[in-house]
């Protein structure tokens, strides 16, 4: 459960952001021109490109731009694999945490109940105990994920052993 809530949260996060940058996009866009004012912008252009001095310089600052470039490499299947298993070994890590105190809560509350303390409530203590059992039960259900992410990932590495 807390699993799914943590996972649709960062799919409405991830969907937040794609909108605001598609509405940075339009926002960055030009005014429509009349089909004039386009023939007279680009009879302006036309007229610096027969320019030495402005050609040169343009052709240059392309060449230089074109050199400091790197190709873009596309992700590999195992870079990919890799980013899930690191992934869910972070969700792991946010669900074992949750699942400690939970049963630091859950201590700290027999704790108060052994020593005499009425002001924990049966109700606070079986709620406690739910709460621990549920995060229990995350860190399990994680711990398979990543089981899972972790053997898929082994298919692309050499001797199916993944490099830390």
Do not use: C
């Not at 402005?54 to 190709?71: D, E, F, L, T, W």
């Not at 005499?116 to 549920?134: H, N, P, R, V």
Request: net charge positive; hydrophobic share 40%; no cysteine.
């Amino acid at each position: 459960e807390a699993l799914a809530a943590a996972e649709a949260a960062a799919e409405e996060a991830a969907k937040k952001k794609k909108a605001a940058a598609k509405r940075a996009a339009a926002a960055r866009r030009a005014a429509p021109k009349s089909e004039d004012h386009r023939r007279r912008i680009s009879e302006a252009i036309k007229a610096k490109w027969q320019d030495p001095t402005y050609r040169s310089r343009m052709v240059n600052g392309i060449k230089r731009s074109a050199a400091g470039r790197r190709p873009r490499r596309r992700q590999s299947q195992a870079d990919l694999a890799r980013q899930e298993v690191d992934a869910r070994r972070g969700l792991l890590e946010k669900g074992e945490a949750l699942l400690s105190k939970a049963r630091a809560n859950l201590s700290a509350l027999q704790a108060r109940r052994a020593g005499g303390d009425e002001s924990a409530g049966e109700a606070e203590l079986k709620a406690a105990s739910d709460a621990a059992a549920k995060a229990y039960d995350v860190v399990k259900t994680m711990q398979a994920k990543v089981e899972a992410a972790e053997q898929h990932a082994r298919q692309f590495s050499p001797r199916g052993q993944r490099k830390p």
